[in-house]
């Protein structure tokens, strides 16, 4: 449009005459003044209302009605009103012509089409005239034969017109004639060779190539700017489009060389575009295509490919250009939604702003989404994909009794029917509309974009009556995937031949039940169990619809009846357990392959007449047995002749199927090369850190065509770092949800029952000063760890002193828990494994106790005074093996070490007096014996120590060496015991030297007949693990029974409902894994109310660490979109430590 | 209710099993807290033949706080008021986690025995003690009589 008034400009030509087709003026004015009678002498008033301001600006309404016919007075005065009176009367004219047109594609995004439009009125005018005016109109168009098809088009369909400025290339002797039609066409010379150079550079414009024509004289008059030419120059030879080009406006003067002209162009997509099988045959081949030009940047495209790209360019620029959109179809787009819009144009001036609002809510939409759209909302992208509405109507189906014996709960049920729908085992899922279609849902493939046929408003179909092609389609929609510049008039269904998926239930609900019903309703594969020889390999129907890796390889022996259960070892005994309570059919049983216990798996699996039901192995002994096959040779896994890589499995489960999450590791490596016919992945957290953690998980349910990384990566990870993330959590939406079951605890069902009641959590942070030892310490380091963190940010190098900073503040952690921490290692920090730095000299921590001891030690004298006195009144070890403590009234004290003495002599046990200690000097009393009320100073206690040898003798009592924390705990323990014998209490710590020193302490502080302690760390063997859970499940009405668990070791999977009370020693980084943690205790099966009560050190870095997992909660730990963003937020998080 | 400490329930037991001559102690059946006692007034004090209602309260820091003792039969005595709060070290200052309820009781019988209008509680008796024992005695029999007699 500027293009073309500043042409008129630079030709200094103004509009002396009109020039009059006077006929074609007549008709319009009889015609179209028709409405318009009641408001009469409308054409004096408009020069009025289009102010006089400027003179030259100034425009008669009329001459807009001779350049567009059909025009009635007011719209013309109406378009001339809203132009911009400063400028200039071309300007003016042809902004207003522009506005005209530009009402179609409007017209095109409407939604609702019965409203009616400014255009379709006009259409409907155009159609209400007397067929000889309409005959007259032809005519006077000149002669416009509906265009014969080219053979192998059956029709055409309109999809929008885009507006050309086009510029003359030859003059003509008479103005072209408005409305006559312009041929395009292509100048085929070796065209591609000249736009590109070799390097596959663009390097001449389109638009040299491409002409208008006039048909009538078969001459050429003008070219289109480049991007239109770069619209028609890739789809001009092809069938799959066609173009029609109208004259509508050139001033109406005679064009010369370099002047503008407007055309309409008329796009139609014909039936060609639509003849390939988009959800067959050429599904396969864009995924090949697409590595290559994408990701290998430095290879010389080909000419095919160039042409391909281009023409998919110039699809995603032509539907850009007419304005196509994709019909969104989000839960909150409902079509009330859309304003009513009224003939804009046939109305006057008060509708202005109407009209304005109406361009305001189109624009809208789109806009907040982008807008609003933050890194925070991969949140909901998870809600979204996950919960979804459907499993809430999914049928229950009941496992039959004779093979699983254990009642599911109702969600269970359905997830039943989901997960055998997904294995397409419809005979034993409930048959309530059980069809394949109901497992694929109506799941569009999230390439393709649904997109609405617009009203057809072409030239042809407006102006002539001869819109044949119109009428004989119905179809309201058509798809398109504009990546792949492929159409279908068909909804292009993902289909996944995939039998598998990923139950991502949280946790607590379930999954390993879910799935053991699922393995025990289908344990084999029927279809292979028909009298067939068990060697027979050829079973390409389940090969086939795989594409393994190994997809050559059809050799490996078939395990038709047995899943693979790949799990952490620490779950190794509960799934046994699990399968063994739940298996009702007598046959079932379940081996575990692990520690090498088993022979030759092939000949188990597939030799022997009952072959075990489920495997159950660790992804320890799946990447062990991996290693060893690649280090071994060249055969590599494919060498394997007895272990897991020699069989085919029917089915494998993995268990805490995040374990993969990072596909570079060998365990996730390992896994992935496990054939099987079925694969299922069982996880509660299925996004661990970053959005490429699912990729893993695609990977390993081979879901095509995702599991292809390039694939992945141009829909996902790119557009993600990109920062176009709706793209991205749309696309990751659409291939979870026909694979991914999640239904979290809070869920409803459809009764709006919750699907879980769980008894009610308490979490109490249990505030703990340090003792005057450990707060020396803790300045120590805290000074240390300071200044090192002030230097990292004064030089700004923060990020090279990482390590060395995260090793200051593990110290400081230590010192929270425990002195005797110093010096071991954090063994969950990632960022820390492996760190040399550790290896600090500790003398310091010596030095400095004893500095800070000699102020306030006593003499040696007195020492020995005060233990001469406890040895005369205890003359031998009997003496000690009868004492009652006259605070707690136990008796005797047991066992001896947990004995205290106070200076006169009197026995209490050790939490006891240190209580009576705390509580007297808390409100300032004074401190008496309980039992002489003898004056009792902390510094002259004395303990009972135990010898090596068995020697029992009194020495004083060391009030700083046991850690804050752990006399806490005591304490709680103490109260928890004395309350309540028989309790199970979980005690967490990620340090497992911590648990080391408290299972000491607690043996040391309780009597065997009080309280049990047991360890569960990563250092126990299988079978010790069962034994400790087992023994620590086991009901004890006289004696509390304590289970010390290492976070790394049992923070996953364990079921430790048995207990209701938990205590968590040190705060962790994530939050989630802490609440992951309670979760072991607060999950089905839980009858009482869970207390958890979580110590953190006051004033200390444990507390800021609770910030920061606060910061966690809020920011959702999800979307850490790659490493170095990682990095970026710990160095805040350090930050906050040491504010 | 918060669960019970051991302590508590040994001590409840021992009351029960093994009861002090002239002291009942039975805890309150909602809150085993919370104990009816009775004390028998000592012999040869103006209390002699009276049985006297007291309450007793565990504090939750029992026992490193004492309990609450209170009489609720009235009674004449320098070192208890009107309100049947008593005056007693062991109660107060003196407490020792050591202690017990039933030390703590003996201490409130020996109290009848040998009231001490020197550190007086209720100070109009306390006078009334110093300065006509025989007429306060006399009528710490006669309030003995009208309202601890045993029904």
Sequence with gaps: MTEESANNNVNGESLTKKRFFSEELEVDNDQDHGPLENQDSFLFQAPVTTSKVDSESEVDPKELLDMIPGLSGSQAAYLLAKTDTDSDRNMRISSAVGMYFEQQPTQALSKTPEKTRPAVKLSNILSSRSPSAARKKIRDYGERLPKKPRPSVQWRRFI???QVSALATRPTAKPLKYGSELKIIRNNSDATSKLYSANGRKKASMANFVRLIDSELGREVGRVPEEVAMVLFPLLDTDELDFEATMIYCNNRRLSVGDSFIIQLDCFLTSVVFETDVNGSSKAKPA????????????VESEEELRLKSRRLALLSLFDQVQLRPVVTGPDETPESTPEVTEVIDLDGGDIENHATVEKDLIQPSQIQEDVLNVNQLKSLYKATLSMESSKHLPETVPDPEVFKLDLRRYQKQGLTWLLRRERE??????????????????????????????????????TQTDLSDTQHDEEFFYANLHTAEFSQTKPVLKSLLKGGILADEMGLGKTISILSMILTVPFDKKYLKPKLLEDTSRTEYISSQGLSQAPNHTKPYAFGTTLVVVPMSLLSQWQLEFEKSSAAENAHCEIYYGGNTGSLRTLLTKTKNPPVMLLTTYGTVQHEWSRLLNNGTAGVNGDTMGLFSIEFFRIVIDEGHTIRNRNTRTSKSLMDLSSARRWILTGTPIINRLDDLYSLVKFMRLEPWSQVGYWKTFVSEPFEKKDYKGAFDVVSSILEPVILRRTKQMRDVDGNRLVELPAKEVIVERVTFNRHEDIL?????????SSVREGLDRGDLLKKYSTILVHILRLRQVCCHADLLGSRDENDEDLAGNKVLTEN????????????????????????????IREKYPNDGSYRNLECSICTTEPIDPITQIVFTECGHAFCEMCILEYIRFQSERQRQIKCPNCRFEVDAKRLVAVKECANGEIKPVLYDTGSKSSKITSLMKSLKRLQDACPGEQVVIFSQFSSFLDIMERELTASFSKSELKVYKFDGRLSMKERSKVL??????????????LLSLKAGGVGLNLTCASRAFMMDPWWSPSLEDQAIDRIHRIGQVNDVKVVRFIMEHSIEEKMLRIQDRKRSLGEAVDADEDERRKRRIEEIQMLFE | MASLPKRIIKETERLVSDPVPGITAIPHEDNLRYFEVTIEGPEQSPYENGVFGLELFL????????????????IYH????????ICLDVLKTNWSPALQIRTVLLSVQALLASPNPNDPLANDVAEDWLQHEDAAIAKAREWTKLYATRQ
């Excluded at chain 1, 087992?1030 to 289970?1043: C, G, I, P, Q």
């Excluded at chain 2, 320098?78 to 049947?84: E, F, H, K, S, V």
């Design chain 1, 160 to 162: 929008g017109s885009i």
């Design chain 1, 288 to 299: 090949q295509n697409f590595e290559k030009p994408g990701y290998v940047t430095n290879v």
């Design chain 1, 426 to 463: 419809f005979d034993e899922a409930s048959n309530s509309g059980s069809s394949l279609e109901d497992v694929e849902g109506s799941m569009m493939n999230p390439l393709w974009k649904q997109f609405k046929w617009p009203k057809d408003l072409s030239w042809t179909a407006q102006k």
């Design chain 1, 778 to 786: 803790y300045k120590y380091f805290l000074n240390k760890a300071e």
């Design chain 1, 842 to 869: 500790f003398n310091v921590k010596k030095a400095l106790l004893n500095e800070s001891m000699s102020t306030s030690m006593i003499s040696d004298d007195e020492t020995t005074m005060i233990l001469n006195r």
């Design chain 1, 1030 to 1043: 087992s023994d620590f499940a086991e009901k004890d009405l006289t004696k509390l029974k304590v289970l």
């Design chain 2, 59 to 74: 504090p939750d820091d029992y026992p490193m706080e004492a309990p609450k003792v209170r009489f609720l039969t009235k």
């Design chain 2, 78 to 85: 320098p070192n208890i008021d009107r309100l049947g709060r």
